[in-house]
């Protein structure tokens, strides 16, 4: 089995701060996902990144995908407090039928 | 577009008593359907994932099972609840393409008692 570990396991910044997640592997993975999830509710796809060096850009979050496909980050520029919540990788095991999801990252974001 | 329901949204239920949670998935066809387990603030534990009508695979052997009786339903299960099974249980639905997109219900919170 796949492992997935992302760090870090929480952090705390203040609005308008930049922060980054990362999600590391020692295994190839053939696509990545970021979720976010709130409190209470399932998690909500962001994006999928499959090319090795990928970059992909939603508003102020950037998504980097390793030249090996072994790892990601997630960088989110000039947080706001609706950054909130919490941030799961997930890799694609074996082309489309199963994924393998990191610990998660607890953002809080203060007004 | 494509929804995903689950039900009931919170369930108490004391040790030893039965379970059943439903998911339903509306507009698509022979999607592929996952149960996942979440213990608080962390990470998702794949439970049971079904790519078919009556074809699941179970991850972590337990004390729940996985039916799959109708193309888009999929339903969770146990004879005798243990308090480890508490926690926030998740049905996802995928294409089952190579991009490994999942879209995730609302979720069924559940202690026991």
């Known amino acids: 089995t796949q492992l997935l570990e992302q760090s870090p396991q929480f952090l705390s910044i203040q609005e308008g701060e930049n922060l980054t997640v990362y999600c590391n592997s020692s295994?190839?993975?053939?696509?990545l996902q970021w979720y976010r999830q709130e409190p209470g509710e399932g998690p909500v796809l962001l994006v999928t990144?499959?090319?090795?060096?990928e970059v992909k850009k939603l508003k102020r979050l950037t998504f980097q995908f390793g030249d090996a496909r072994k790892d990601s980050s997630l960088h989110i520029t000039a947080a706001q407090p609706g950054d909130t919540g919490l941030y799961l990788c997930?890799?694609?095991?074996?082309?489309?039928?199963?994924?393998?999801f990191g610990g998660g990252t607890r953002v809080l974001v203060k007004p | 577009s494509q929804t995903i329901h689950q039900w009931p949204a919170t369930l108490v239920q004391p040790v030893g008593s039965p379970l059943s949670l439903e998911c339903t998935v509306e507009g698509t066809s022979n999607p592929n359907l996952y149960w996942y387990r979440q213990a608080a603030g962390r990470g998702l534990q794949l439970l049971f994932y079904?790519?078919?009508?009556?074809?699941i695979s179970s991850e972590v052997p337990q004390n729940l099972s996985a039916s799959r009786p109708q193309d888009r339903q999929f339903i969770l299960s146990s004879k005798k609840l243990l308090l480890s099974d508490s926690g926030f249980y998740l049905c996802a639905w995928s294409y089952g393409d190579i991009r490994g997109e999942q879209y995730f219900g609302p979720g069924t919170r559940l202690t026991v008692t």
């Open positions: 997930a890799g694609d095991e074996a082309a489309g039928n199963k994924l393998t």
């Open positions: 295994s190839v993975f053939s696509s």
């Open positions: 079904s790519v078919g009508i009556g074809q």
């Open positions: 990144v499959v090319t090795g060096g």
